[in-house]
């Protein structure tokens, strides 16, 4: 583990100023090459010190901008077309950069490392996902996967995904309609034809 000083919130480690240990890789591919933090050597620290008011401001200043933006941004629903199967498995997945695109494509610029998603969406549907604006900041965007803009419209006023093969005809339905045949055809063999034929006809 290695000593950072925090150069600004970093969610689940600590607030500007904080003394925090992290993993080397954490540090070396995040923490540093991001400028959220420094080492925490004493020269550094006496650095920090130094600097800490202006750096405060700093993030004061950007903390104003992401809360003018945030209102435009939260609960905006932005639409994603791609192939998938039967089940709705997406063939390929949404990443962070696809949905980075689609909201700068509404006019708010946002970096894909502002998307924060657990895993990269693999399914057909609605999917809340959180957009970080500043460390202290942040907002939830909708993400509609779909095959089509018309799916993309039906699900948005479902709240479900579409799913089944749409070019295929229904499997259930041509199974009910076989079994429905066999007992028409099972009916019309009984001795009494009258009835038969009757029941035969629906």
Known sequence: MVEVILLERVEKLGQMG????????????????????????????????????QLEAVNLQRRQEAEKVAPSLDNMVVTLIRQAGETGQLFG???????????????????????????PIKELGLVPV???????????????????????EVQLKTGAAVVGERDEPDVD??????????????????PSGESASGKATD
């Open 18 to 53: 904080d003394i925090v240990k992290v993993r080397p890789g954490f540090a070396r591919n995040f923490l540093l090459p991001q400028k959220k933090a420094l080492r925490a050597t004493e020269s550094n620290k006496k650095r920090f010190s130094e600097q800490r008011v």
């Open 93 to 119: 997945s949404a990443t962070t950069r696809d949905i980075a695109d689609a909201v700068s494509a509404k006019g708010v610029t946002i970096g894909r490392q502002q998307v924060l998603l657990d895993r």
């Open 130 to 152: 959180r957009v970080v604006l500043h460390p202290e900041v942040s907002v939830t965007v909708t993400v509609n996967v779909a095959r089509s803009l018309d799916e993309a």
């Open 173 to 190: 339905y041509l199974a009910d309609e076989a079994a429905a045949e066999a007992a028409a055809q099972a009916v019309k063999e009984e």
